[in-house]
């Protein structure tokens, strides 16, 4: 069995294998799609593939929709080339659930793949049609946060973006050069609506493509390049719209234990590509079974019904709220808290730390009873049902390769949202305390033992990277496991620090809470883990 057209024809050898197929014309879809088309979606990776392209496949099963989706790549062409083109456009969706059973589902949503490429003429005047279209609602985004920054490490433009800004459109080789050439290209034909939604996991993910969509139409419009109109009309949410969105789905790196499932039954499409600028790709991608996609609903120009699929559409502020929950309670303090004592215990999956009863337990401390009296209640989403699925379902699933050693890396820049948050919710509330905080000092102390790069054996490890490790590693370079030293000298300039945890940790009240812990962990081998019985024994 492989990924192309003419082979899902023979439908009982895929139901014999147990894949799903499209329920649904992809012929009659792609000429639908070539003539009205609705959505474009920038970012060809895995979590595309496993979550929007799936969720219109739903619409497109049902009947609900006509049309498919416009890939369209911007960063590696080679991805389209290589990994769509030659599978005519279909992928495997495998989902891992946490039982131990997968399903498998052929993906035929996708109607074109395009390269971003303004030197490719014929895949440029395709996307140039296709944003001249009035039946256009929706371009979205998984490009990545820092594919929306424009400026290089000393805050200033990088040289790319900085010769669009002088070229002008037509000559704009960014990518988001590339996409505000596009919103120009559209509105030269007619002024016409639209939403450019980021499906990106970061914080105000759509005033981040704003600002830098903004950023050239600014340029341009002060060096005379284009319409004076173009800037108001980017400027206009009733022209423009640029909704916040959350989305949470965990879709790791094609797994060897997922191939040699596929392959058993058959499916003989499962080579990796890695291209040359090492994006690692699959005709098959692996998922968890969870997923959520909240986005604010702002489209001027209508959208598809994806909230028959699953979407939840709200409004900003609601979005906000359950980003908040997420990030500041519900699952990224839980995920910083199994990294770091993960890898201080000598794990390498974060499912088998779920069979740690120790590290169960900090986890639904940390989750249920110090971050729950603060959570940001959404309204729409249940913040305790949603931790229970994280600690029940998501986190233990051993189908899922994630390991802590990976979630640890840059942990300095986010203790501030994952810790910091709940910290200052308490020192606000008059009818809580900070003190009442027993185990978030414990992650924060366990992170300072785990810069030292040594487990709880006495074996050393390498810490994962982070832009602060250099100078965090420097300050603690005096400190030896079994040996006395001055713990507040050596920690005093890193736990005042409010980059890092959110607030000033002595300032709270808790620094020297910090420091007791930290000597605790650092009593000799095995004293993370002796420190940990003891403090659950407590709780």
Known sequence: MRLLDGELKDKSVWEKAGIELPGFDREVMKAETAKCPQWVHFGAGNIFRAFPAALQQKLLNEGVEKTGIIVAEGYDYEIVKKAYRPQDDLSLLVTLKANGTIEKTVIGSLAQSLTVDRHDEADWNRLKEIFASKSLQMVSFTITEKGYSLTGMDGNYRGDVAADFEAGPDKADSYIGKLAALCYHRYANGRLPLALVSMDNCSHNGDKLYAAVHAYAEAWTKNGLVDEGFLAYIESPENVSFPWSMIDKITPRPDDSVKKMLEEVGFTDTESIVTSKNTYVAPFVNAEEAEYLVIEDA?????????????????????????????????????????????????????????????????????????????????????????????????????????????????????????????????????????????????????????????????????????????????????????????????????????????????????????????????????????????????
């Open 299 to 539: 489209f001027p120009n209508g959208r598809p019904a994806l909230e028959k699929s699953g979407v939840m559409f709200t409004t900003r502020e609601t979005v906000e709220k359950v980003e908040r929950m997420k990030v500041c309670t519900c699952l990224n303090p839980l995920h910083t808290t199994l990294a770091v004592y993960g890898c201080l215990l000598g794990y390498t999956k974060i499912s088998e730390e779920m069979k740690d009863q120790d590290l169960v337990k900090l986890v639904e401390i940390i989750g249920y009873k110090e971050g729950l009296p603060v959570v940001t209640d959404p309204g729409i989403l249940s913040p305790k049902k949603f931790i229970d699925e994280v600690l029940q379902i998501r986190v233990p699933n051993p189908f899922m390769p994630d390991t802590p050693q990976r979630i640890a890396c840059d942990t300095s820049q986010k203790l501030s949202i994952r810790f910091g948050e709940t910290i200052k919710e308490y020192a606000a509330r008059p009818e809580l305390q900070v003190s009442d905080l027993k185990f978030i000092p414990m992650v924060q102390a366990g992170w300072c033992r785990y810069l030292l790069g040594v487990d709880d054996e006495g074996n050393t490890f390498t810490v994962s990277p982070d832009p602060m490790y250099e100078s965090l590693a420097k300050q603690l370079e005096g400190v030896k496991i079994g040996e006395a030293c001055d713990v507040h000298k050596v920690l005093e300039p890193i736990l005042s620090n409010a980059k890092i945890f959110g607030v000033n940790l002595y300032e709270v009240g808790l620094g020297e809470t910090v420091e007791g812990i930290f000597t605790e962990l650092t009593a000799g081998p095995g004293a993370v883990r002796a420190t940990l019985k003891k403090h659950l024994a407590e709780a």
